[in-house]
Each structure stands twice: as C-alpha cells, then as structure tokens.
C-alpha cells in the first residue's frame, strides 16, 4: 500500500510489536533494530537476524527513515541509511519524511539539537 503525503513532510508509524520473542534465525534477511543496537551516535552493533517472511512489508525500514527512541530518559533521532532489509521494534517511532520537502540528516540534527532535547 502506497502513502502520501498531504500537506505533511513526514508520516510517523510505531515499530512492531511481537506477540513473542522473535528468535535469531542464521541468515534470516531481516534485521530487527531494538534499543541495545542504537545510541545517539548511531547503530552500534549489529541487529539480530529475523525471517524475512515474518515481516510484513509496511514494517520494513528505508533508507531516510528516522529511528526516534521513544522510551527512557533520552529520546533521540538517528537515520536509517542502509538498503538492507530491517524492521524496529516498538519501543521506536519511525518518521518517514517527504524527501522532497525535508532532508532526513536535517530533522535528526534538528531532533537531537539541545532545545529540543530539553523540551523532551
């Protein structure tokens, strides 16, 4: 299903959420982004491996997406910019800007800026 942006320059969606903890599959096609593989700096391990068939493909991550944390003590941007097939978890917002109105590295500099890390 194709979206559109009407008088917006990002659509916001949650991560998915699992019934169960998914399991580690050797090769599986799809990364699952969770909490402990990201830091404000970026991704900073490699994600675990999921069925690529178990992921409905709306959930799939592109390239330009944001990851904002939106649980804990610090709630921080980071771009997906990676081709490679990933899903996020639902403790992530995802914010899909209009790349013809907004310029994903901006809007995580601007989300991740002092002023609005204070007024989060």
């Known amino acids: 299903m194709q979206k559109t942006f009407v008088?917006?320059?990002s659509e916001i969606?949650?991560?998915?959420?699992?019934?169960?903890k998914p399991e580690h599959v050797e090769g599986g096609g799809c990364h699952l982004v969770q909490m402990k593989d990201?830091?404000?700096?970026?991704?900073v391990s490699v994600p675990l491996s999921v069925d690529l068939s178990s992921v409905n493909p709306e959930h799939l991550l592109?390239?330009?997406?944001?990851?904002f944390?939106?649980?804990?003590?610090?709630n921080y941007a980071i771009v997906y910019d990676s081709d490679y097939?990933?899903?996020?978890?639902?403790l992530?917002?995802?914010?899909?800007?209009?790349?013809t109105r907004l310029d994903s590295g901006y809007l995580a500099w601007y989300i991740n800026s002092d002023?609005?890390?204070?007024?989060f």
């Open 7 to 9: 008088n917006s320059v």
């Open 13 to 20: 969606s949650s991560g998915k959420s699992f019934r169960m």
């Open 38 to 43: 990201v830091s404000d700096e970026g991704f």
């Open 62 to 67: 592109r390239r330009g997406d944001l990851l």
């Open 69 to 74: 944390v939106a649980k804990g003590n610090k």
């Open 85 to 90: 097939p990933a899903v996020a978890i639902s």
């Open 92 to 99: 992530f917002f995802i914010i899909r800007p209009d790349a």
């Open 115 to 119: 002023f609005w890390q204070k007024y």
